[in-house]
């Protein structure tokens, strides 16, 4: 049986972050935990890619120029949503949340979700470093343990898979 589990291991890998502006004093603390979390990781400051974006709807669109380069190995879409009085809290949500999915299929690379949607400002900011931890930290090694990952199962080079079958 074949195990696989990534390891938040980052020396030599490139990570891109996009990072929403609105809700800025939350996703600037989230932002800070998730490069502190990459340093200690072992990722160099030279290796890190980051994007400020308007809010967290424009987050995919971001996420998949990013993607587009070619040279990451991971990218985490950092934002915050508080929920309102009126429904564009749950289109927002949603249409981040599927375009950061949608990016990481299509280029079959760690997208990982880091936005935080909340009912209130202290929820949020339990979330940005307060009570609860802080989320861009913890979504940050999860992009290196994915990132790890896919390293690990990634199919063998093609002359050894043609090899493996041949006289079996």
Do not use: W
């Amino acid at each position: 049986m074949q195990v696989f589990e990534g390891r938040p291991a980052g020396a030599g890998r490139r990570i891109g972050l996009a990072v929403s502006r609105f809700n800025e004093p939350v996703t600037a603390l989230l932002l800070e935990g998730a490069i502190e979390a990459l340093r200690a990781a072992g990722v160099g400051d030279d290796d890190l890619v980051v994007a400020h974006v308007p809010g967290a709807f424009e987050l995919p669109l971001a996420c998949e120029a990013l993607a587009a380069r070619g040279d990451l190995d991971a990218v985490i879409a950092l934002g915050c949503v508080i929920r309102g009085e009126t429904s564009h809290y749950d289109y927002v949500c949603e249409a981040a949340e599927q375009g950061v999915v949608a990016v990481g299929l299509q280029h079959r690379l760690p997208v990982l979700f880091g936005v935080l949607t909340t009912e209130d400002g202290d929820q949020a900011f339990a979330r940005a470093g307060g009570a609860k931890g802080n989320k861009g930290a913890d979504v940050a090694l999860d992009a290196l343990r994915m990132a790890d990952l896919l390293r690990q199962i990634a199919p063998p080079p093609a002359s050894r898979a043609q090899g493996r079958g041949a006289g079996r």
